[in-house]
């Protein structure tokens, strides 16, 4: 998360931002200490603002190499603290084999989405607003759908 | 655990973004979110067989032991990048060491076990299905299942050895025992001088006695020893059972109603036991072991419970017992019990009263504010007066202060002989004046009232 800040702080200021950069240093700041003093719920209040931010960014048109490389730290952040809390936190025999294949799906998982975000930005597609709206209809859809599936009994 | 919902919710936001602004940056940056999730789905586990085994080491214990448990998870599947095997604990019983949760890889054919110790109370505990969670690596996609039988066990009270336990009932039973039967016989203990019969053996002859006749020979005649029909109360009403951290005043009964069941069944007696709170728990008469077990069986389920009906213990059902048969209340007794205890007295019913002390319960959990060692005063003088009004009517009440040990607080009120036919017999020469503020008989309290000794 301190990287994600520090990344979009630099971003901030490419766009001749220093109020928002500060904003963003005072944020991962504050995502450390909270990390220290245990404080419930930073990293997820710390994801928000990253995305925030960025999103302030992409509206004055920070270089998007930086807010993706932030977006991804700050997911890497969020889920390793997850992780961290969740049961692997309590007594496992094998800890260090899950948390390895654990981190390495992680990376890989961010390492594929910013390499497929810099190729899409790299290659450019013309779409008319309808096949926009419907291609972006369609990925909502089949995100919604997914995540029902992501949930779901045993089969036996 | 990782729940993809916000993951999604992130993703969403951006491509919502992106077609709101027409700006392709936005989209793009939903991409990281997305892999995520997609790896986690493509991983996901497809088909999830496992088989688990739990074994206790007893299935049956007395409250204090230790129990040890250990639960097996086979995966006779495909391999599983993540599994998270929760074993849910029966409440009351603490885990002493091992862990009952764990979260592995498994390979196909491979296995995981979890030990784990426990400290029994007690009860009748029972184990539900095994929770596991089976996810992919990066923990998005999640099967749940259960797995396993229940498993049961049963923990007994702690039973504390009392050494003889001197009880005079009326009617005892034709057997041979420990009870003293105020009738001339066989026996030990002399018991009254009587002319001599043809027949009886010569060693017997009072020789003193039949100096003082010419013509009469006098014999020594002893006591007969029988056994005893006897009936255990178990008061187990809420408003009378009071509970401080761990300790319980219910626990405290069913520990003194347990030990004094073993010490009358070892005595030959017939005993028999009812648990007295939200219904009635009637075991029937018995003698020996089977019936030790019975009754701790019952002290097992014994719990804390409310009946409008059983308010008082005016419905003791007294007809269960025999008539003139030793009745032992174990009761933290509240002020309303003496009228109906003295009526069940005057039945005929010789009773004693084992009370653990609520009143030293409560007190070792106050302050030790002026305010708080005035209440404790009070309530200390109450209980005094219940008492005394108690052993006014010929009942022997042996008091017991819970957070001493049982057998040295109670041995001695029970040892000593106690015909329960009034005052001078009934236990209440040990009604010293109590110390109001620390309990004792002998101390230097000043102020204390009534003045200590």
């Given at each position: 998360m301190g990287i994600a800040a520090f990344t979009l702080a630099l971003s901030l200021l490419a766009s001749s931002k220093p109020p928002l950069a500060l904003a963003a240093i005072i944020l991962g700041s504050l995502w450390f200490a909270g990390l220290f003093r245990g404080w419930p719920g930073v990293t997820e209040i710390g994801l928000f603002l990253v995305v925030a931010l960025t999103v302030v960014g992409i509206l004055l048109y920070g270089p998007l190499f930086l807010h993706l490389f932030a977006v991804a730290c700050a997911l890497a952040a969020w889920v390793l603290d997850r992780y961290a809390r969740g049961p692997a936190r309590r007594a496992v025999p094998e800890e260090h084999r899950v948390e390895r294949a654990h981190l390495v799906r992680l990376l890989t998982a961010l390492g594929v989405g910013m390499a497929l975000g810099l190729l899409s930005w790299l290659v450019r597609v013309s779409l008319s607003f309808l096949w926009a709206l419907a291609l972006g209809s369609i990925a909502v859809y089949g995100l919604y759908r997914s995540s029902i599936l992501w949930q779901r009994e045993p089969d036996e | 655990m990782i729940r993809p919902t916000p993951v999604a919710a992130y993703a969403f936001v951006f491509l919502l973004l992106g077609l709101a602004l027409l700006r392709r940056e936005s989209p793009i940056l939903s991409f990281p979110f997305l892999t995520y999730l997609a790896l986690g789905y493509l991983r996901a586990p497809r088909r999830v067989q496992l088989r688990g085994t739990r074994t206790l080491d007893a299935h049956q214990s007395t409250e204090g032991d230790t129990l040890q448990v250990t639960l097996s998870v086979v995966n006779a599947g495909p391999a599983l990048e993540g599994l998270h095997v929760r074993e849910s604990i029966p409440v009351p019983l603490q885990r002493r060491s091992g862990s009952s949760e764990a979260w592995v890889r498994l390979a196909s054919g491979e296995d995981v076990q979890l030990r784990y110790t426990l400290r029994v109370s007690r009860g009748f505990h029972r184990w539900g299905p095994v929770r596991l969670i089976a996810t992919d690596a990066l923990g998005i996609s999640a099967i749940r299942l259960s797995l396993g039988r229940l498993s049961e066990i049963v923990v007994f009270p702690e039973v504390q050895r009392l050494k003889a336990i001197r009880i005079r009932p009326r009617a005892t039973r034709m057997y041979s025992g420990m009870v003293p039967t105020r009738r001339g016989g066989p026996g030990v203990e002399f018991f009254d001088v009587g002319a001599i019969l043809p027949g009886?053996?010569?060693?017997?002859?009072?020789w003193r006695a039949s100096s003082r006749h010419l013509d009469l020979l006098f014999m020594n005649e002893f006591e007969q020893e029988r056994v005893a029909d006897i009936g255990i109360v178990v008061d187990a009403r809420n408003r009378s059972n009071a509970v401080s951290q761990e300790l319980t005043m219910l626990n405290a009964s069913v520990r003194a109603a347990a030990s004094l069941a073993s010490a009358f069944l070892q005595d030959g007696n017939r005993v028999a036991m009812l648990v007295y709170g939200g219904h009635l728990d009637w075991t029937y008469p018995g003698y020996g072991k089977t019936q030790q077990q019975r009754i701790l069986t019952a002290l097992a389920r014994c719990r804390a419970g409310e009946s409008e009906y059983f308010d008082q213990l005016d419905q003791i059902p007294s007809r269960l017992f025999p008539p003139h048969s030793q009745i032992v209340l174990v009761s933290p007794l509240l002020k309303e019990d003496v009228g109906p205890l003295v009526r069940l007295r005057a039945r005929g019913y010789p009773l004693l009263v084992i009370t653990p002390d609520p009143v030293s319960l409560e007190a070792s959990v106050f302050g030790r504010t002026t305010d708080d060692l005035l209440a404790v005063r009070i309530a200390r003088t109450e209980r005094s007066l219940l008492i005394r009004s108690l052993r006014r009517a010929g009942i022997r009440c042996t008091e017991w202060d819970v957070t001493q040990p049982l057998v040295p607080s109670i041995q001695p009120g029970l040892s000593r002989p106690g015909h329960g036919f009034g005052p001078s017999g009934s236990?209440?020469?040990?009604?010293q004046p109590r110390c109001l503020s620390c309990g004792g008989h002998r101390c230097l309290h000043v102020g204390a009232l009534p003045p200590c000794i």
């Amino acid at each position: 998360m301190g990287i994600a800040a520090f990344t979009l702080a630099l971003s901030l200021l490419a766009s001749s931002k220093p109020p928002l950069a500060l904003a963003a240093i005072i944020l991962g700041s504050l995502w450390f200490a909270g990390l220290f003093r245990g404080w419930p719920g930073v990293t997820e209040i710390g994801l928000f603002l990253v995305v925030a931010l960025t999103v302030v960014g992409i509206l004055l048109y920070g270089p998007l190499f930086l807010h993706l490389f932030a977006v991804a730290c700050a997911l890497a952040a969020w889920v390793l603290d997850r992780y961290a809390r969740g049961p692997a936190r309590r007594a496992v025999p094998e800890e260090h084999r899950v948390e390895r294949a654990h981190l390495v799906r992680l990376l890989t998982a961010l390492g594929v989405g910013m390499a497929l975000g810099l190729l899409s930005w790299l290659v450019r597609v013309s779409l008319s607003f309808l096949w926009a709206l419907a291609l972006g209809s369609i990925a909502v859809y089949g995100l919604y759908r997914s995540s029902i599936l992501w949930q779901r009994e045993p089969d036996e | 655990m990782i729940r993809p919902t916000p993951v999604a919710a992130y993703a969403f936001v951006f491509l919502l973004l992106g077609l709101a602004l027409l700006r392709r940056e936005s989209p793009i940056l939903s991409f990281p979110f997305l892999t995520y999730l997609a790896l986690g789905y493509l991983r996901a586990p497809r088909r999830v067989q496992l088989r688990g085994t739990r074994t206790l080491d007893a299935h049956q214990s007395t409250e204090g032991d230790t129990l040890q448990v250990t639960l097996s998870v086979v995966n006779a599947g495909p391999a599983l990048e993540g599994l998270h095997v929760r074993e849910s604990i029966p409440v009351p019983l603490q885990r002493r060491s091992g862990s009952s949760e764990a979260w592995v890889r498994l390979a196909s054919g491979e296995d995981v076990q979890l030990r784990y110790t426990l400290r029994v109370s007690r009860g009748f505990h029972r184990w539900g299905p095994v929770r596991l969670i089976a996810t992919d690596a990066l923990g998005i996609s999640a099967i749940r299942l259960s797995l396993g039988r229940l498993s049961e066990i049963v923990v007994f009270p702690e039973v504390q050895r009392l050494k003889a336990i001197r009880i005079r009932p009326r009617a005892t039973r034709m057997y041979s025992g420990m009870v003293p039967t105020r009738r001339g016989g066989p026996g030990v203990e002399f018991f009254d001088v009587g002319a001599i019969l043809p027949g009886d053996p010569l060693h017997r002859v009072n020789w003193r006695a039949s100096s003082r006749h010419l013509d009469l020979l006098f014999m020594n005649e002893f006591e007969q020893e029988r056994v005893a029909d006897i009936g255990i109360v178990v008061d187990a009403r809420n408003r009378s059972n009071a509970v401080s951290q761990e300790l319980t005043m219910l626990n405290a009964s069913v520990r003194a109603a347990a030990s004094l069941a073993s010490a009358f069944l070892q005595d030959g007696n017939r005993v028999a036991m009812l648990v007295y709170g939200g219904h009635l728990d009637w075991t029937y008469p018995g003698y020996g072991k089977t019936q030790q077990q019975r009754i701790l069986t019952a002290l097992a389920r014994c719990r804390a419970g409310e009946s409008e009906y059983f308010d008082q213990l005016d419905q003791i059902p007294s007809r269960l017992f025999p008539p003139h048969s030793q009745i032992v209340l174990v009761s933290p007794l509240l002020k309303e019990d003496v009228g109906p205890l003295v009526r069940l007295r005057a039945r005929g019913y010789p009773l004693l009263v084992i009370t653990p002390d609520p009143v030293s319960l409560e007190a070792s959990v106050f302050g030790r504010t002026t305010d708080d060692l005035l209440a404790v005063r009070i309530a200390r003088t109450e209980r005094s007066l219940l008492i005394r009004s108690l052993r006014r009517a010929g009942i022997r009440c042996t008091e017991w202060d819970v957070t001493q040990p049982l057998v040295p607080s109670i041995q001695p009120g029970l040892s000593r002989p106690g015909h329960g036919f009034g005052p001078s017999g009934s236990g209440y020469e040990h009604a010293q004046p109590r110390c109001l503020s620390c309990g004792g008989h002998r101390c230097l309290h000043v102020g204390a009232l009534p003045p200590c000794i």
